[in-house]
């Protein structure tokens, strides 16, 4: 296995809080990686500066051989990092075969203003989208409901439309923020199912944000754990279950170890 | 309805898939004879009119409507547009074949001026920005005497083409189509394609749009570009017209909440519908034009009862008997799959 | 989609055609003018009430005169639009328009291609006339007589020897630009002084102060309407004698110039088209009817243009020999534009005679050159005005 992506001392703060401070992180090819914390601890920012929507005050993020801190949001998708949004910031106006479409956006050949000069050509490789994306539905199971407008979707819907938006983009890291939030627990498991048929089905890297600690227990390979914007912990789930700092951090220093230790194990 | 809706619909599909740009030739052609089906010369100007009406509406369409920026400063761009051709025809006695496309490339650099705003600014403080944009260049051209300024600018000439003078209503109807036409069919085949889908995008959700790859200044400057071209050749077409003479007070925000209205009644993001709201509107304050006194007060009207109770407009209206037809049709669908299911496995 | 749209537009033109069908025996008249303005409406009504009575009275030679009155708002567009339905849709057999010479001057363009006679009311913007056409008549003075009638009076009445200090403001110094040169190419003199104030500037003495030590015969004034009152006061203050005369820009007709600048206003002049402090019976009579009629207290000449305007058209009809068919609509067309070309020393509120000849010059087609000068007669709240003089112009005046 190959190292994907690589971030060191990696620092952002608002107006002196220290939003990320000093994070070091790295990721395995083909890992599933959690991110656990208790609220506030910067996970979300975390995930933001990774996909560029905050610029990072210090620290490099080097994937594919860049160093992508600072980047664009735009182009750091372009370049195979997907993510989902907690609130999953779908095109509630769009089709939802267009939600896909836009996902696909960066695999598009032809320039912004060719479609009306070269019609056929591109009438051609919308097709070859179209069919791709129309594969992709099938496998999330909203084939069905490719032609209705993204806002008539349930909620559950939602939550595999924002997964199939991000796998249109064709990622090599797929980042989930609570992909399961809001689900009944029949419903997270179906849904944690198709996300590990994906990443199979595409040989993807996951890092996923989830407050549902049974998920991130069930499915990730390795958890790393944030507190106050610094990573307190790392390892596989199993010696993050029994990490001292971890159970503070979540319930404080007074919880006695072992309500703490079935909490998480539940 | 369904005969009514579906007929055509199917009909320019089964025409679109033999060859993209078919139905717009059989349009042409439909078309052709209608000033012929007029009665008098006045119709014939008033359906001029509505073709720089529709290609304004479309432009206005793509920012607004498409891409979501709220811009007040489209007539300020459609007012340099006409200016453009007119000073090129009056004073430098330019052909309309080189002031047209002037016209649409002097409007396409402020559409990058009026464009720049929206990275920073959205809805209201967009639109209060645009028309800062627009009454400036209002008052510009009332005080430039160069630009005739309050007088107006007269004598622009009528286009010719191979010692043919497009010099009356009639004949200019043969100009304006195919640009009408082009103006149109250029907008389907953008906003079909993944430029029209990152201008939704953006309009949707900028950040989401960014996270899916989208470039979102990008396509915000193009689009203010785009619709700028737009607003260049309605203006271009707009001088060039019988009697040749434009005036500030051709481009004032009363023109703007017009054009707006034509977008919002005929439906926002949905090109036909700006379209109908052009032909309406422009028809309808013809046959009311006695009421003048209350044009306006009815127009703004129109537009809040429309953003309240009808906020897709009339295409929107159209829109959602195929878009619920097919969500029907899907949920059908799934749930004879389902019970297809349990009935194998009952068997099984 | 697409056919849908077209069957709309078909459908909505249709039913326009319907609701247009011209009927015979019938004198149609499209007039389209600015009435967004209380008076706008009020001068609109007037056209309507006369040409009603006129009807009243038994019509032109038996026909009735119907009289479509549009809303122009000073727009271009919609004015170009309303002259193209009336000539076109309503087939009207005469067009009258407009306020705005904005409006007036493509509207030339429409009648002149349509081969319909028009006739305008208000505007004065020289061009209008220039453009050639033999189907336009102007009852209003064109601004190429108003441009020279001050500098002919006072050339003629006053003296060449003038002072010039105006306000750095584009009008203004448009104004005071245009009479030096009005002078210049009437009498060959130029200026005895020339002073330009600073933007902002409120104290104007050291000009004036520099004024009084040469011997001039006026001092002409250009400026917006608060300035103007300053200078007016300041001309007093540093002592230019009484018999100098002031002269100011057209800012000076303004109704707040002579209440802040009190008697100093005494004896400063304007040119109008009309005034309603004209003592001549007919304009007295008009002041009252327009003040009974319409409740219009100031009558200005907007009002009085209009009524010019009527009183032309009801002459040209009655002596036009129209036979009001279907088919001779061209004929008849042609016939009122040679019967409004046939009116010849028209005597109405206008302060001289207005005549119309068969070119199509400008010297034929503004029929009326003569601008009266009024002049105040004193200040403040209750400020007066009374008629200094009228002139009539040379009928080429301002053409090259």
């Keep these: 296995m190959t190292e994907i992506i690589k971030v060191t001392g990696l620092c952002k703060s608002f107006g002196g809080v220290h939003a990320a401070n000093n994070i070091d992180f790295s990721l395995q090819e083909g890992e599933v990686r959690g991110i656990i914390g208790p609220n506030g601890s910067g996970k979300s920012t975390f995930f933001n500066l990774l996909t560029g929507i905050y610029t990072p005050d210090e620290g490099t993020i080097i994937y594919d051989g860049h160093n992508i801190a600072g980047w664009e949001p735009h182009r750091i998708a372009s370049h195979g990092i997907a993510r989902t949004f907690q609130l999953l910031r779908m095109f509630t106006e769009m089709s939802v075969l267009d939600n896909l479409m836009i996902g696909c956006h960066c695999q598009v050949n032809y320039g912004a203003l060719s479609a009306p000069f070269a019609p056929l050509t591109i009438a051609r490789e919308e097709k070859v989208l179209r069919e791709e994306m129309m594969d992709i539905l099938q496998t999330i199971g909203l084939a069905d409901y490719a032609h209705v407008t993204a806002s008539e979707m349930s909620i559950g819907q939602r939550r595999l439309l924002a997964l199939g938006r991000a796998i249109a983009m064709k990622p090599r890291i797929l980042m989930l923020d609570e992909p399961a939030a809001g689900l009944s627990p029949v419903n997270v498991d179906n849904l944690m199912a198709i996300v590990m048929k994906l990443k199979d089905k595409y040989g993807l890297t996951l890092i996923i944000v989830e407050h549902i600690l049974k998920v991130v227990m069930e499915t990730c390979d390795r958890i790393s754990v944030l507190d106050h914007g610094e990573k307190i912990a790392e390892g596989s789930p199993d010696e993050v279950r029994d990490d001292h700092a971890v159970i503070e951090a979540y319930l404080g220093k007074e919880m006695a170890d072992d309500e703490v230790r079935q909490l998480l194990a539940s | 309805m369904d005969v009514v809706l579906q007929a055509p619909r199917n009909g320019i599909a089964r025409l679109a898939a033999i060859h993209p740009v078919l139905p717009w030739i059989v349009a042409f052609v439909v078309l052709l004879p209608l000033p012929y089906l007029t009665t008098n010369n006045y119709q014939i100007y008033l359906i001029n009119h509505i073709g ?45 074949w080189i002031t047209l496309p002037s016209a649409m490339i002097v409007s396409m650099l402020f559409g990058v001026l009026v464009g720049f705003p929206s990275f920073r600014l959205e809805g209201a403080y967009l639109a209060l920005a645009t028309l800062g944009f627009a009454q400036a260049v209002e008052v510009f051209i009332r005080v430039t005497d160069y630009l005739g300024s309050a007088s107006g600018l007269g004598g622009i000439k009528a286009p010719v083409l191979f010692g043919f003078s497009f010099d009356t209503y009639q004949t200019y109807y043969y100009l304006m189509l195919p640009f009408v036409l082009f103006a149109i069919y250029f907008a389907f085949a953008l906003l079909k394609s993944s430029t029209g889908r990152a201008f939704m995008a953006v309009r949707e959700d900028p950040v989401s749009a960014a996270a899916t790859g989208v470039n979102v200044r990008r396509y915000k400057l193009l689009a203010f570009v785009i619709s700028a071209a737009y607003a260049g050749m309605a203006g271009a077409l707009l001088a060039h017209m019988r009697p040749g003479y434009i005036h500030p007070n051709n481009f004032t925000i009363i023109e703007m909440v017009v054009v707006l209205l034509m977008v919002v009644l005929g439906g926002i993001g949905n090109i036909w519908g700006a379209i109908i709201g052009a032909i309406l509107v422009t ?17 703004g009207l129109v537009i809040v009862g429309t953003v309240l109770f009808m906020p897709k407009g009339i295409g929107g209206l159209i829109d959602r008997y195929f878009v619920s037809r097919s969500f029907v049709a899907a949920r059908d669908k799934t749930a004879e799959r389902v019970r297809t299911q349990l009935d194998g496995d009952g068997e099984g | 989609m697409k056919r849908l749209g077209t069957c709309a537009v078909l459908a909505a033109l249709m039913t326009t055609v319907a609701a247009t069908a011209a009927s015979a025996e019938t004198i149609r008249i499209g007039a389209t003018m600015r009435m967004i303005s209380e008076n706008g409406q009020k001068y609109g009504q007037m056209m309507q009430d006369e040409f009603d009575a006129i009807n009243a009275a038994g019509g032109i030679n038996g026909a009735e005169v119907e ?10 567009d919609k004015g170009v639009a309303n002259a193209n339905r009336f000539v076109y849709q309503d087939n009207v057999h005469l067009v009258i328009g407009s306020t705005c010479s904005s409006v007036s001057l493509p509207i030339v363009d429409v009648t002149a291609q349509a081969e319909v006679p028009q006739i305008i009311p208000h505007s004065t913007n020289h061009e209008i006339t220039q453009k050639g056409s033999e189907w336009v008549f102007r009852v209003p003075i064109s601004a190429r007589y108003y441009k020279g009638v001050m500098a002919k009076y006072v050339g003629e009445n006053i003296g060449t020897n003038i002072a010039y200090v105006y306000a750095s403001d584009a009008a203004a110094q448009a104004d005071t630009e245009g009479l030096r040169d009005e002078m210049r190419q009437q009498f060959g003199v130029e200026p005895a002084y020339w002073g330009q104030t600073q933007e902002k500037e409120i104290d104007f003495r050291s000009h004036l102060l520099k004024i009084k030590t040469l011997d001039v015969d006026a001092v002409f004034i250009g400026a917006l309407q608060e300035p103007m009152a300053r200078f007016l006061v300041q001309s007093y203050e540093v002592g230019i004698p009484a018999d100098v005369k002031r002269l100011a820009n057209s800012s000076a007709s303004n109704a707040p110039v002579p209440k802040l600048a009190g008697d100093a206003i005494k004896g400063v002049f304007f040119s109008a088209a009309y005034s309603d402090s004209d003592d001549r019976q007919i304009a007295q009579d008009f002041n009252q009817l327009m003040k009974e009629r319409y409740d219009v207290d100031k009558v200005d000449h907007d009002f009085s243009q209009a009524w010019d305007l009527i009183r032309i058209v009801e002459i040209a009809l009655n002596n036009a020999e129209l036979e009001l ?33 068969a070119e199509s010059t400008p010297e034929c087609r503004d029929g009326n050159r003569t601008p009266v000068l009024i002049e105040y007669l004193s200040g403040g709240e209750d400020f007066e005005v009374g008629i200094l003089d009228r002139v009539t112009m040379p009928v080429d005046f301002g053409l090259e």
């Design chain 2, 52 to 96: 720089v009406m529709i290609i304004l509406a479309t432009g206005l369409n793509i920012v607004k409507g498409y891409c979501g920026q709220v811009t007040v400063g489209h007539v300020a761009v459609y007012a340099i547009g006409a200016y453009t051709a007119a000073v090129l025809s009056v004073y430098f006695a330019m052909p309309f």
């Design chain 2, 283 to 299: 028809i309808i304050a013809d046959l009311t034009r006695d009421l003048y006194h209350y044009q306006l007060l009815a127009f």
């Design chain 3, 67 to 76: 009289l479509i009155l549009l809303n122009d708002e000073c727009k271009s």
């Design chain 3, 325 to 357: 068919t279907d088919e001779s609509l061209a004929a008849d067309r042609a016939a009122i534009r040679d019967a409004i070309a046939n009116v010849s020393d028209y005597q109405g509120l206008a302060s001289g005679p207005i005549s119309f000849c």
